[in-house]
């Protein structure tokens, strides 16, 4: 689980995901890249697996043949074609698959919107700071530290636990504004780098007011860099909410992955070898999760000409 | 003793192919000699430069010979060439100011490195100190942290590590161009200093700016798209250069106390060509005024007097319009 | 030197009032009464009875109180180290239950935290060497660091436990043992911490792994590593100037992973069983017990206050340049 992903950004700055991301990418044509994009293994795995775990998310549901929380079927039965319950029944006869897929649209949801509120966040925090300076840059980054140390899982956990009925999007309001610092602190060490840069000083000359700079100048140069910040947040999203599921703070009236897992365990499913409950819903975070991870890797390959493979 | 490079060829790998950069170079540098490397961005001043001391990842030894005081550098074997890094043959880096470990101490960075190089010890310490003091550092900078120093402070340390070992060949790479006037000054006069207390036999310093050149260099060699354009003694290349490429650069050069109005400057139309696929024949033929259909054929490099120069059309010896740099001088 | 100390206290005593007011809050912002709830538990017939119970109660937890005031009591009272009463344990106090959960917790937390650390970063930085430790190393730290701890910890309990019966499936030690301080039950603790303990590792240690891995190649790319290269000097000394300065933002990268590797604790405890701060909070919350899941919460943030400062001055130590005053940039 991240809420600080330990993985391949790096860049002159403090933090080590930060130190493998490299700078600010040259802005390569687009046909270069693209072309380099399809040569790329890692890339295109994990962009596969991706995209497949979308569709089967999408078009899931609608294969479905019973609702994820409906009775009826066999108890704890193993996966069958029999009637539709390709992945078996729950202890209490509900179809295991339609929680499955139930459960992936749900973390897909999560992860675009926690992640993308938190890379929102991190871009308003952190750029406002790299290029501001002084004193906005002083509290900001006393904010962030503030954000930053408070262990944010336990503050979603007091948090979540109060709330009777919690909805999926709550779950990703929460996490949005919990994990947003290490994207405010890699991207505000971005913006000093470019913020000294002539072309800035250019745009300042002409007159262009600072949020018109932010984003007409430094932020393309960083396209790149916030793409692949933002593929590790929506990872990230996807892994603390399967753990606040987990831990039975999930969304109301609803099943997600995280509470298949939860619901398992607490009906003695691995006693009981129901592995069709347990095993599915951990096997689909770990291979989104990862495949989002080495595409990311795959497209610092890509932006960063000194990685590629000869 | 001296530096006879012949025939170089190294170039670097891509995706796409093969880059040229460096296309079949030869020269000869004598002891006591300060060669001047110029040329734009991309002629291959750097990957030769590069090439003579540590070939990084993407080139590629493809042909020629370096003999550095009689004897053969294996520049195409890393290991091989280790022995003779640092104590033949050393190199002031580009990046010079960033080039010390950020979390050592200086002096036990030096002391490290020495260690490993088997040429530690009471004497090399002194000798340390000594040459530091040259340049205008007391010992105190050993116990300090490179974050603690100026850059022009940092670039002077390098300086003084590099030649430690007082190497044969002496490799310095744009080694002004990240500073301010004055101190490019200082720096260049560290330069000639360290050759005239014989600290190195023959330097060879690459840069773009032929200004620092003429303050430090007693020849300069004129490299374009990867091929040797002209070479000659640093005050003739300036006050009578001979190859197009050479006049239109020194040309495009300002003169002090010259206005606009009198005088414009011009760059010299179009680029470089592409080193992945380079035309046939004079690599400055599209770019040169005085370009004919000989043209089309490589010239060869013809040495007379001390000067060289690769041009079918070569003018006579004819004196350019006095530039303020000869003024100066 | 002192200023960098001085201004880390600064944020973490700001941090721990925001937490504690944060804390304190909630559960009045919230809908609902937990006074209401544990009548709900204890179920009085006589309806003057519960109305004697429910204002006994209110004064007990203070609730009866103008706001203002409930919020000075909390501080005063985290002050005496009473954190309240548990309402589901009723009448344990949180603190004991928090003092008899607390050992099992860090049991597991730091001894995974040290040694999937080290561990992590040795094996990433030979990865970083060779090419083909590097094609192993690399697949396998994604795999890792992309599994859900409690998704782990399900598979090594269905496999080693249930089905292999290597490892007991859960709880802190034999139910049946005699506790004291006997081998019997320290060999029993042992064997019932095993695989929550390995569960944390495995997954920790894919995570430094890989930033290892990625923080020498970095390092061995910067301009020192080329400039000692050009000047001959031996790989190993570069390797061990690398290694050392990769190591620093693994420090600080050690502070940040705290959050989430206490999640991971947590629910590891769950699936296990293990009686630690994890299995308290997680019983807490499905029973409505708010002053334990505030009293963990706090002993939480304390505790990571506590890391967060000592890795501060672990980075102190070891990173000269914080010593001579000069960083750079907000520092960590």
């Not at chain 2, 370096?66 to 550098?73: C, N, W």
Request: charged share 15%.
């Amino acid at each position: 689980m991240s809420s600080a992903p330990p993985t391949a950004l790096a860049a002159p700055a403090d933090t080590p995901q930060l130190k493998a991301l490299g700078g600010p990418k040259p802005m390569s044509s687009l046909r270069e890249a693209v072309h380099f994009a399809l040569g790329n293994r890692k890339l295109v795995f994990g962009i596969s697996v991706t995209v497949a775990m979308l569709l089967f998310a999408i078009v899931g549901p609608l294969l479905a043949s019973h609702a994820p929380l409906a009775y009826g079927g066999d108890l704890a039965a193993a996966p069958t074609t029999h009637d539709g319950y390709w992945f078996g029944t729950t202890l209490q006869g509900q179809d295991v698959f339609s929680q499955f897929v139930n459960g992936l649209r749900l973390a897909f949801i999560v992860g675009a919107l926690g992640g993308g509120i938190a890379a929102g966040i991190g871009m308003l925090v952190g750029f406002t700071a790299g290029y501001r300076g002084g004193v906005v840059d002083e509290v900001l980054n006393m904010l962030t530290n503030v954000v930053l140390v408070i262990p944010t899982f336990a503050l979603l956990l007091v948090i979540a636990s109060y709330l009777r009925v919690r909805g999926i999007m709550t779950e990703s309001v929460f996490i949005g504004f919990t994990s947003w610092p290490w994207a405010a602190r890699a991207l505000r060490a971005q913006t000093f780098s470019l913020v000294s840069r002539d072309f800035v000083d250019l745009a300042r000359l002409s007159g262009r007011s600072s949020w018109k700079i932010i984003f007409r100048e430094i932020a393309p140069n960083m396209s790149s860099y916030l793409f692949m910040m933002f593929i590790l947040l929506f990872g990230g999203a996807i892994l603390i909410a399967a753990t606040l599921d987990f831990i039975g703070l999930g969304p109301s009236n609803t099943i997600s992955l995280g509470m298949m897992m939860q619901l398992s365990v607490q009906n003695a499913a691995l006693q009981l070898h129901l592995w069709w409950w347990f095993l599915p819903p951990g096997l689909a975070i770990m291979a989104i999760v990862g495949s989002l991870y080495v595409m990311n890797v795959g497209l610092d390959e890509v932006f960063n000409p000194k990685l590629r493979e000869m | 003793m001296s530096l006879h490079v012949e025939d170089l060829r190294v170039y670097y790998r891509t995706l796409a192919g093969d880059v040229k950069a460096l296309d079949g170079v030869s020269f000869d540098v004598a002891d006591g000699e300060i060669m001047g490397l110029a040329g734009e961005s991309g002629c291959g001043k750097s990957t030769l430069g590069k090439g003579l001391i540590r070939l990084d990842g993407r080139m590629r030894y493809v042909g020629g010979h370096v003999v550095l005081d009689g004897e053969e550098l294996p520049i195409w074997d890393d290991a091989a060439m280790n022995d003779f890094r640092f104590r033949h043959v050393s190199i002031v880096p580009q990046y010079a100011m960033s080039a010390l470990n950020p979390t050592r101490k200086i002096g036990r960075m030096i002391h490290e490195l020495l260690r490993t190089r088997g040429a530690s010890g009471n004497g090399v310490q002194q000798e340390l100190e000594r040459r530091l003091e040259l340049v205008g550092l007391g010992p105190d900078v050993l116990g300090l942290y490179p974050i603690e120093l100026s850059g022009g402070m940092k670039q002077r340390v390098v300086m003084v590590i590099s030649t430690l070992l007082d190497p044969s060949l002496l490799i310095a790479d744009e080694i002004t161009s990240a500073l301010d006037v004055s101190t490019q000054k200082a720096v260049a006069q560290t330069l000639v200093e360290f050759r005239d207390r014989g600290f190195v036999k023959s330097t060879i310093v690459i840069t773009h700016d032929i200004a620092v050149l003429f303050q430090v260099a007693d020849t300069i060699l004129v490299m374009y798209a990867g091929k040797l354009a002209e070479k000659a003694p640093a005050e003739e290349i300036v006050s009578s250069p001979r190859h197009p490429y050479t006049r239109l650069l020194i040309s495009s050069l300002p003169e002090v106390g010259v206005r606009h109005a009198e005088q414009e400057l011009h760059g010299i139309p179009g680029r470089p060509p592409s080193l992945l696929d380079p035309p046939t024949g004079c690599r400055f033929r599209d770019r040169c005024p005085l370009a004919t259909d000989r043209c089309l054929q490589e010239p060869p490099w013809v040495e007379e007097d001390g000067r060289g120069i690769a041009c079918w059309e070569a003018a006579p010896v004819a004196p350019a319009a006095p530039s303020v740099l000869v003024e100066a001088r | 030197m002192l200023r960098y100390f001085l201004r880390k206290l600064f944020v973490y005593g700001l941090t721990f009032v925001l937490a504690v007011t944060i804390d304190w809050s909630i559960p009045h912002l919230m809908p609902g009464n937990p006074v209401l709830t544990l009548m709900g538990r204890i179920q009085i017939q006589d309806p003057k009875v519960a109305q004697q119970l429910y204002a006994h109660y209110m004064r007990a937890f203070n609730l009866d109180l103008p706001l203002w005031k409930q919020y000075w009591y909390f501080w005063v009272s985290l002050f005496h180290g009473d954190l309240g009463t548990s309402i589901l344990q009723f009448p344990s106090s949180v603190t004991s239950i928090i003092v008899h959960a607390a050992p099992y917790t860090l049991g597991l937390l730091i001894p995974a935290i040290l040694l999937s650390w080290y561990a992590g970063n040795k094996v990433g930085a030979l990865a970083a060497r060779r090419k083909v430790l590097d094609n192993t190393v690399l697949p396998l730290g994604y795999a890792l660091t992309a599994t859900p701890y409690m998704w782990l910890a399900i598979i090594l309990s269905w496999t080693l436990a249930v089905i292999w019966h290597v490892f007991p499936v859960g709880y802190g030690y034999d139910p049946t043992a005699t506790r004291g301080f006997t081998w019997a039950f320290i060999g029993s603790l042992a064997y019932h911490w095993f695989l929550p303990f390995m569960s944390l590792f495995l997954v920790s240690f894919g995570g430094w792994a890989i930033g290892m891995r990625n923080m020498i190649i970095y390092e061995l790319e910067s301009d020192y590593a080329h400039y000692l290269g050009a000047l001959g000097a031996p790989q190993r000394l570069i390797r061990k100037y690398a290694f050392r300065n990769a190591m620093l933002p693994q420090i600080t990268g050690l502070a940040l992973s705290l959050g989430t590797i206490l999640g991971g604790a947590l629910v590891t405890e769950i699936v296990f069983s293990y009686p630690g701060l994890g299995y308290q909070i997680y019983r807490a919350i499905t029973n409505e017990d708010y002053f334990v899941i505030q009293g963990i919460f706090l002993f939480i943030i304390i505790g990571v206050l506590v890391a967060n400062f000592l890795i501060d001055i672990a980075y102190l130590i070891v990173d000269p340049r914080t010593r001579t005053g000069m960083m750079a940039g907000g520092g960590s």
